[in-house]
């Protein structure tokens, strides 16, 4: 079985140069600042109103933390027709980037 290790994932792409400014979903280019109260209408996974609630139920300290989304999504594929081996793929990706990022 292959593993990584997720906190080198997450650096990784938190550091990835093809990334730029316009690319993450931050508030008035600030990422301390939190989500407006009132949005009215939905764009990206930090528009939702679970974005909202989860924000307001984990961040004590806005000055310090930041609320980091990852998105997992699996794809798994049969090896073979008589096989009952199977390879299973994962991947996430960061909330805190456009959906072009």
Known sequence: MVTNDTGKIIQS???CPENKGKDYLIYDHDPFKPPPKELH???D????????ET???LISDPSTQVL???QGA???THLGQFSSFELTRMQIALGLLTQQA
């Open 41 to 43: 209408y939905i764009a």
């Open 55 to 57: 924000y307001d139920a």
């Open 13 to 15: 792409l938190l550091t």
């Open 74 to 76: 699996c794809d798994g």
């Open 68 to 70: 980091l989304q990852l």
């Open 45 to 52: 996974a930090n528009t939702g109103r679970c974005h909202s």
